[in-house]
């Protein structure tokens, strides 16, 4: 008995060595126009008994073909903002049960962005929030930006792929091209390319999905190297 309660003790022990901190909360999924950019918020809590010094680390997990070096993510928090280029933030002070948040006009509260600067595509950005006196109690969220063009002129309407039906789905999965010629690319959440498909005659298209795992992909309808339509597929 005194055994097994040491080894209950000891798992206790280890479970509140290892919880976090710090909860983030906040929408991590945007989609807009490829020319506009996108402003999001992430509310940052303290939930331990202390007052912990506070880091956010960037970092760009995926980023779209041919996106300029101006382009892509930046942020701002700890009363600062930062470039694409830069990683780590200043150090900002959050109290026991404390937080801080954008809408509640906290100067240190956490603001990003991500400019598209007319490239069409997928990005996903990854912010780690973390003591600065203990880097391992970290906290970590994912954005991901799906940026495409909003004005379909005709040649895109012609070329037009419907949504995926069944969605969610486990195996085959099917939906309607309206077009001549096209390539559609099923896209994971990170940005990499699972599959490519041409596609040649209008209709009821099929897709054999039983090889893939479960997760969100994008289906990219490409037209002369143009993206001109995404759809979201879930694979469960």
Request: charged share 15%.
């Amino acid at each position: 008995m005194k055994k097994n309660l040491l080894f209950i003790l000891v798992i206790t022990q280890i479970g509140f060595v290892a919880a976090q901190s710090l909860v983030i909360t906040g929408d991590t999924v945007f989609s807009g126009d490829f020319n506009t950019e996108i402003e999001h918020h992430l509310d940052v809590k303290n939930i331990s008994g202390n007052s912990i010094s506070v880091i956010c680390q960037k970092t760009n997990i995926s980023l779209p073909a041919y996106l300029p070096s101006w382009g892509g993510s930046y942020y701002c928090f700890a009363g600062a903002c930062y470039p694409t280029t830069t990683g780590t933030s200043n150090v900002t002070m959050i109290g026991s049960g404390q937080e801080i948040s954008y809408s509640n006009n906290d100067a240190d509260a956490h603001s990003g962005y991500y400019k598209p600067e007319g490239v069409a595509g997928i990005a996903t950005v990854q912010y780690c929030f973390y003591d600065e006196n203990n880097p391992s109690d970290e906290t970590c969220v994912t954005i991901t930006y799906s940026c495409m063009p909003t004005a379909i002129n005709e040649n895109q309407v012609l070329n037009e792929v419907g949504d995926f039906y069944p969605n969610p789905t486990n195996g085959m999965v099917f939906f309607t091209f309206k077009g001549n010629l096209a390539i559609l690319k099923l896209i994971d959440i990170l940005g990499n390319e699972i599959k490519e498909i041409i596609l040649t005659e209008k209709g009821i298209q099929k897709l054999d999905l039983t090889d893939m795992s479960k997760g969100i992909y994008f289906g990219n309808l490409i037209v002369k190297n143009e993206i001109v339509s995404v759809k979201k597929l879930i694979v469960k």
